[in-house]
C-alpha cells in the first residue's frame, strides 16, 4: 500500500517546491499586479484588437484590444481574494458550528448535524445561485453563496473532532480541576480540533476558485469590465473561432491555481499523516 | 436504554427463527433510509421557504421578481402564497402545495412551474445521462489499464485525476469547442438537434468525472487485486485480465459507490453551465434564466427538484451498496 502510494506521486523537490513557488507568484499578482505587467488591464485599444500573442503582447490582445497578460495578472485579485474570502468565511463559521454542535445537548447537536446534512445535499453550484438568486449579483454575494456552500465540509469534520476530543484526558482533567466550560472550550478543545484544517482549508480554497470562476463565468460575480477569470472566458467564448488566445490563457491561470492548491494540500496531510 | 432489550429480545427471535433475521433487517434498513430521505426532502423544501422569507425586501416584490407588475398580479399572489394569512399556515399551505405537486406559478414566464419543469427536463434528463454513462465507462477504462501497471501509468492516471478536479468545468467545454466544432467543424457549435448535438457536452459533464472515478476504482482494483481470493484466482490459472473483469472489479465498485454523491452533485450543477456554454435547453438554461431575472417560484423549484433527484440517487445506491457487499447486510 505505502509502497503504491508514493509511487503514485514521485517525491522529490519538483513536486512540492514548483507548486509553492507558482502560488508566491500568484500572492504576489494579487498584492503588487504592477510589478508583473506594466500594461493597464482596462486600457482599450479597438485598433491592436484580437492581435495573437507576441511582440508587444506576449498574451496577445482581447476583443477590445486590452492587453490578455494584463488582464490575468491583475485577475489574480479578483479571482483568488473571492477564493479567500469565501474560505475564509466558511472555515471560521464551519469551525464555530461544529464545536457548537459537538458540544451541545443531543438534540441541537442532531439539528445541527441534519442541517449541514441537507446544505450538502444541493450541488454546491446551484445552492450558490438560489444564494444569488436572492442577493443579487455582485463579488460579496458571490463569496457568501460559495462560503454557505462550502460551511458543511469543515462543520462536518470539526464536529467528529469534538467528539473525539471533549473525551479525552486532558480535557477530563481540565473539568476536574473546576475550570469553567468556556475556558476549557476556548484552551482545550478548540486549538485541538483544528487539526485537520489547514489541509481541508488548502484544498477547499481551490474548490472555491473553482465555483467563483463559474459563478463569474455565468454573469454573477465582478460585473464587467474588472478582469476576473471567469469573466474573461465567459467573454472570450464569443470570440474563439478567432482567438483561442483570450480564453486559453485565463483557463491556464484558474487550472494552475487551483492544482497547486490542491497538490500543496495533498502533500500537507501527507506530511501530517506521517508524523502521527 | 430502551433500545437495547428490545434489539436483544429481536436477535433471540431470530436465533430460533433462522432466516427471519436477515429480512426483518432489511425491511428495517430500506424503511430507516426512505424515512431519512423523506426527512432531508422536507428539510430541503423549508430551506427553501425560509430562503424566500429571509430574504431582503418585499415578499411579493420578490415573487414578482423582474416580471409584469400589476395590483392584479399581486393580489393574485398575495392570494396564491397565502401572505395575508398567518406565517405558519403560509408554511403549511406551501408545504401542503407541493405535497400535492404543485410548484407554484412563475410571474415571469405566465405559466405553472410544474409545466416549465416537464417540458424542460427531457434534454437536461437526456445530457447528465450521457455524460455519467461517458464518465463512468471512461472511468473502468482507465481503471483497467492503468490498474498494477507500474509507475509511468499510475503518475499518469493521478496526473489526469489532478487535471479534473483543477479545471473548472465550463473550460473542457471550451476547448471541445474550440477544436471539434470551429477549428475541425465535426460537431455543431450549440443546440440540441441530433445525437452529434450531444457528444461534446456529454464530454465536457464526463471528463471531470472520468479522472476522479478513474483514480478512486484504480486505487479499489489495486487493493482488490491484493487479496487471498486474487491470489487464489491467479493460482487457478486465470489471466489477469479475466481476474480483474470478473473478480476484482466488484470489489473497486464499493468505495466508488460511496463518491455517487459527489457525482450526483457534479452532474447537476455541472449541467447548468454545460447547457448555457452549448446553448443547450434545459434545466440549467432555466435556473440561469430565473437567476438572472430573480424569478423565485422557478429557482425555488429547481433546488427541490434537485434535492429529490439526489436523494432519490442516494437512496437507491445505498440500497445498491447492500447487494454489492453483503457483508453490510445483516
Redesign the interface.
Known sequence: MAVHEAAAYPSGILRLFLPVGVLLVLALAVAVPGLLTAADPLAADPLNALAPPGGGHWFGTDHLGRDVLARVVHGARHSISIGVAATVLAVTSGVLLGLAAGLSPKWLDEALARSFDVLSTLPELLLALLIVAITGPGTGNVIFAIAVAQIPNYARVIRAQTFVVRRSGYVEQAVTFGRSRTAITAGHVLPNVLGPIPVLATIGLGQAVIASSGLSFLGMGPQPPAAEWGAMLSEARNYLRVAWWEAVFPGIAITLTVACLTVVGRRLQRRIEGRT | MTARPAALLEEARSDVTGAGRPKAGLVGAVGRRLGAGV??LW??AT??YL??L???GDTVD?LVGDGPDTPEIRARIVAEWGLDRPEVVQYLSYLWRLLHGDLGRSYQLQRGVGEILATQAGPTAQLTLAAAGTGVALAGIIAVVTAGRG?WS??AA?AAE??S???????IG??L??VFS?TLGWFPVSGAEGPRALVLPALALGLPIAGVLGQVLRGGL??ALEQPFAVTARARGLTERSLVVRHALRHALIPAVTLAGWL???L???A??TE??FGRPGLGQV??Q???G?D?PV??A??LL??VV??TI?TLLDLAYRAIDPRIRG
Open positions: 426527512a432531508v428539510a430541503a430551506a427553501a430562503a424566500l429571509l430574504a431582503p420578490i509507475r499510475r503518475g493521478s489532478l487535471v478536479v483543477s479545471v473548472p468545468p465550463f473550460l471550451i476547448l469547442l474550440s470551429f489495486e487493493r450526483t452533485g457534479a447537476l450543477g455541472g447548468v453551465i448555457v456554454l435556473a440561469m430565473a437567476v438572472t430573480r423565485m429557482v425555488m429547481v433546488v434537485s434535492a439526489y436523494v442516494s
